[in-house]
């Protein structure tokens, strides 16, 4: 298994039309929830921004790099399962928080993250030899 390694020189490598495309769509979803946060209120806003903005140039580099599909999938699916974990985490937080001291609340909302990320990694996760 490769390492996390930072390598500025491939930044020269990386074409700038990829770099414009990603740059925009990042601030497209900034604006995006900008704009339900003051139609909505800002905890509609919130949960907007909390939307993977870099998800979609994150997979894009990954494409280029591996030159394949298989390791895009396999981070789109770690994504969506953690964020189906977040949603266990925020309704824990918005049904706990008027009843329990804040620290609890968040030490709840992580294990039911955490188990409900966990169960749908192990039900959902990558397949063997993968």
Known sequence: ???????????????????????????VVSVAAGLVGLRWGPVAGGVFLAFPAILAATLTLIEEEEHRRDPVAQDARGAVL????????????????PLLPAWLVLVVAT????????????????????
């Open 1 to 27: 298994m490769n390492g996390i390694r930072l390598r500025p020189s491939k930044l020269r490598e990386t074409p700038v039309r990829g770099m414009v495309v990603r740059f925009a769509f990042g601030a």
């Open 82 to 97: 953690g964020a189906t974990g977040m949603v266990a985490f925020a309704a824990c937080v918005w049904a706990l928080a």
């Open 111 to 130: 294990v039911a993250w955490a188990v409900v990320a966990g169960l749908l990694y192990l039900g959902f996760g990558p397949r063997h030899g993968q």
